[in-house]
């Protein structure tokens, strides 16, 4: 029952997003914004950079916090809708809401991401052709891990009455390792190194990921009581 459950879910929060359109356009243009304010500000070639020695910190930095806006609004929609108290009376089981909720959460953040990083490569002149799927790789594993921890903070704070401000100040601290692994996974990549020079960190974030998906299967259902 939690697989139909989880899918039912997700399909309601990204039905609900293709109407509104909330998440999507806010993470997209804050993105976008981001991004030309860094290809506006470094001139990479006159400080005799290249683009992998500084892009992956700039893909990092779009990435987790335009993430943050679609993690926020994934629990604000059920509070302004008065849909809290309807989620916990819900006759399934709570890890199944939470698994729904990831999924919609990370779906959201990688259509986004799918959008910024080609824009990346216009904005600052670079060819991702040999390392776009050593990049995507990167991108997926630790965006899954991100939105565990997002969405897991993100029902905990949905109840105060300062949770936009609450949601990064838990989130940025605990997923620091997270985005460490990711930058450096990413600039590796960028530099068009092989899977040996990198898969541990893949390694490390996978890990990452499954202790917090765990996490939020078992703590979700005290998370909806509260």
Known sequence: MAAPAMFLVCGKDLRLELRTRESLTAAFFFAVLVQLVFSFAFQFQELSLRFEDV??????????????????????????????????????????????????????????????????????????????????????????????????????????????????????PAATPLVIWGVKATRLCLAERGLSSYGYLLTLSACFDAIFIVAGILLFDYVLEE
Not at 92 to 112: E, H, M, R
Not at 119 to 138: E, K, N, Q
Not at 150 to 158: I, N, P
Request: net charge neutral.
């Open 55 to 172: 892009g992956a910190g700039l893909i990092w930095i779009t990435l987790t916090f335009s993430a943050i806006l679609s993690l926020q609004n994934s629990f604000l929609i059920e509070r302004e809708r008065d849909c809290l108290q309807a989620l916990a009376l819900c006759p399934a089981d709570p890890s199944a809401i939470f698994l729904g909720k990831l999924t919609a959460n990370v779906v959201l953040i990688l259509t986004v991401q799918s959008m910024i990083l080609p824009l990346s490569v216009v904005l600052f002149g670079y060819h991702l052709s040999a390392a776009a799927l050593p990049v995507a790789a990167v991108v997926v594993v630790n965006t899954v891990g991100f939105s565990a921890l997002g969405t897991l903070f993100a029902a905990v704070t949905v109840r105060t009455r300062r949770s936009e401000l609450l949601l990064p100040l838990l989130l940025f």
